[in-house]
């Protein structure tokens, strides 16, 4: 697998084998890579008029109104946007010469194609295509071809990028027998390429195996359970972007969504989508879909959350509102001009009774009461000679004895006032958890001093997740056509409920590590998350080759999955480098900031980025002895730039983040830092598989014993 770098001699090999000499073709007398970056050119050129072609659009004599003319633009500048040519990020990265023209019968001496691959489609004026999406299936062998397997590819192509410029390619001939498999060495240098700023997409260098998952279909729900490095999050936002591809259409009705841990992971991942063309994908945390109606001001200590965050709970709330339903003891008697009509307490209990056994919403059976009262009102006046329409049945249904009648047997319910009343009243909650939670458990979660309403309660982000069961009790909540969540270990069985309501009739894309799980709710296996999400049927794929964490330090972190997640298969890197882990113990405890200082200089001497991960309550001390050293430092979500390159991390957010190189600061204070040592040890796991590049682990007091 020969490479070619722009300052070497013209290589010997021939661009494509199934080329012929054209004297008549100008590119015909340039070396390979010169075809190549001219072909860049021209595909830029054409992006470009492509781009022109829709801004010059006039839609002034296509729109029939202004509703449609206020759509029609925004879809237009949806356009614009997603056909921006980014100026570093390469607009092709590989190219396929098939032996056979593509869907046409492999016969001896037909005449074979080529297509370059790249992030987004670009076709030339007249129609025919320069740069081949992706997700296309004609691209899929640039994913999936192999020796054994060349899926009719002669030679796959690699093309290696400094600043946006083409300046190496490497040839991989798929069907050479003499030609020996070897490590690309230009994927290699992508995956370690430094990081600097938000997440990058991998598009370029995406795994067979990872392209599985990419390419599944939208009728079913995936789980990847994937350790770190193995590119879980980029798979599942890469497979986002291949199913607005191939069912756009069905997705721009639904709606996707992207759910990440936090905001400065969102603010990590949210230029990967747009870099693939994707720009309508909405992301949000679990605590943005169940605070949108509720002000959240207090918190829970770790016991009441771990109560709260229990799908025992969504019981507790079924039984809590279904109270609320009385059976009728009085006769309905509606007025009607001269005419009385009424209908009898026998008949009034059927109707209850049935809208109970039929268990739908609590809000549409209370739409629905009195429209069957009216019916019934209605019955009798046809048996009279009468003939009503269905104006008369909603003037009844609006009667105040029919919705007198409505408010005694099914009264409107407030999901918030009812969530407070069962954190407020022993005796509700007593009645509704009776053989559900103990009464240890129920004392936990009370609250020792009730607010006086809705307004003044200090709800917790768990209150708000009642909240939102109970409302979906009431009110179905909207469904979306597709959801990823991300770091989804952490979420309790409530939460996942939440998440699942609004994939209910959709897909999920359900991505994490059990060994990560750094919640006291966080979930044991994926067999308990995915029956609380209301996917008991997804598919289950696991992730165990890493391309990120250097082979080194992440057989370091592996010490700890036996304590952490015992049975979890440890990642297996495919990157060896020598020398990037270095663990360091400081004598003097006083010394610690000046040894962690010194080992951030140390980790600036290198390209790319840089993270300092200690203990939240060791975060004040550092950011004194950064500032006082003259060290300008970013927080997590802040974009690091080739002039500010230093990012101090508290452990509790450096989940899905990552970094060239890592600086780790006293472990045990990592590990002191949290509820119980299984999760102290989990957010230490974490914390030392955030390095791309290099990790230095500094420590005065004693290492965990599964470390030394």
Known sequence: MPAHEAECDTPTEPLNLLDTHDPQDPLDTLDPLARERAHLAASRAALRAMREDVQSLDIRDVTANWVNSVVLQAQMDDRIKALADLSHTPLFFGRLDYLHRVGAEQAEGAEGEQFYIGRRHVHDADGDPMVIDWRAPVSQPFYRASRKDPQDVGQRRRFGYTGGELTAYEDEHLTDPTEAAQTSKLLQAEIERPRVGPMR???ATIQPEQDEIVRSGLGGTVCVQGGPGTGKTAVGLHRVAYLLYAHRDRLARTGTLVIGPNRSFLHYIEQVLPALGEMEVKQATVDDLVTAHVEVRGTDEAAAAVVKGDARMAEILRRAIRSHVSLPTEPVMVVRGSRRWRVPVYELEEIVKELLARDIRYGAAHEALPQRIAHCVLTRMEEAGEAPDDRVQNAVARTPAVKAAVKAAWPAVDPAKLVLRLLSDPEFLAAHA???????????????????????????????????????????????????????????????????RRCSTGSATVLGDLAQGTTPWSTESWEQALFHLGKPDALVEELTAGFRVPREVIAYASRLLPSISPGLAPVESVRESPGSMAVREVADPAGLDAAVLAACEESLTHEGSIGLIAADARIPALAAALEAAGHAYLSPGEETTAASRLTLVPASLAKGLEYDYVVLDDPAAVVDGEPDERTGLRRLYVALTRAVSGLIVLHTAPLPEALA
Do not use: F, N
């Open 201 to 203: 997409d991998i598009v």
């Open 434 to 500: 009776d053989g559900l939670l103990t009464e240890d458990e129920q004392k936990t979660i009370l609250w020792s001093k009730p607010p006086r309403s809705v307004k003044s309660a200090k709800w917790s982000l768990a209150d708000a997740v009642l909240i939102d069961e109970a409302g979906d009790l009431v009110a179905r909540t909207h469904s979306l056509g597709h959801v990823v969540i991300d770091e989804a270990q952490d979420l309790s069985p409530m939460q996942y409920r939440a998440v699942g």
